[in-house]
């Protein structure tokens, strides 16, 4: 079979030369786009391969994008371009800066025989659905963020469990996948704590918490250190046609609400770092600068990004936790 070569003392696994055969193929303008493969059942006994061996290697090469397969009729040759060795399904809940900044250090850092396609779900469930069963099959990764969405866990397990990784959130019903993922709890108990001495000026710590995107967790952890530390304390869930009074400190995880709590102080002439306080949600280059920098509790977002690249490169099995940090500014 003059596509496919299969050597018994190579010391490389049989499906992988299967796929390097068909790359080296390509690569020598033997095979063509739109051109059929050997069928399954032909390399099989060729070679005396099990089905299994076979569909391996075919399959892998169709996660690449490099064949497609047509029901009842075989494989094909769908792109000639072999050098993408990975193809990756990137599922983000939206677009903004922190995800920005996630994206841009991943691509950085995994490299450029990999492709990357990404796409968001919006908080919608049945577009979560939709974007995972549509892609099932088709990449050699899937990199999820599941958010607090529910009834979607079944939805993830119909894809391979070794080709999954979640990012940001992650709950015990996905324990079984790798993940790099943020401890809200935590981190905003352990900010808060680090922020402490400053805080015992306020009369009162305000979180304002919408309760649709943000992470449970978030709310838990404020409760908790409040509770723990004997601070007065209220949660809302939105900033509209609420007052500011002197010597609240509030606690903000959406930079929409952040824009109208320093606008209704400019229009109530109150001072922030010192009438009132803000501590932010996620780090971005603005707060450093706006209202005389704001201070922030944020995951490394970078970090996030190059982690992620390194678990995809070399294959890791695990659940790592992305460091947070309490960044000290005049807001506070």
Known sequence: MSIISIQ???????????????????????????DRLPSVNK?????????????????????????YAIPGKGYYVKSIETSIKQKIFLLFDELNIFKEDIYNSFLK????NVQVDIFFHHFNVPVFKKLINDSNGNYTKYIIMPTNLTGIIDTIKTLPVN???ILDQTNPDLKMYPAIYQNHQKDIFEGLLKGKSRLG????LILIFPGFREPLGMKTGFENFCAKYNFDYEIITQFTDHEIEIGDLYVIPNDRDLVGVIENARNHNLRLGA???????NETSLKKVVANGIATISTHFEDMGKILADMVLKGKNEQIENKSSLIMRNSL
């Open 43 to 67: 390399v099989c006994l060729a070679f005396s391969l099990s089905r299994d061996t076979v569909l391996q290697a075919y399959d892998e090469l169709k996660k690449r994008g490099i064949i």
């Open 109 to 112: 850092s995994i490299g450029k």
């Open 201 to 204: 000026k306020y009369k009162k």
């Open 163 to 165: 080709e999954v990784i």
């Open 8 to 34: 018994n003392n190579l010391g490389l696994p049989k499906y992988k030369q299967i796929i390097l055969s068909v790359e080296k193929a390509i690569d020598e303008e033997k095979l063509k786009k739109g």
């Open 275 to 281: 009438d009132f306080g803000i501590i932010s949600y």
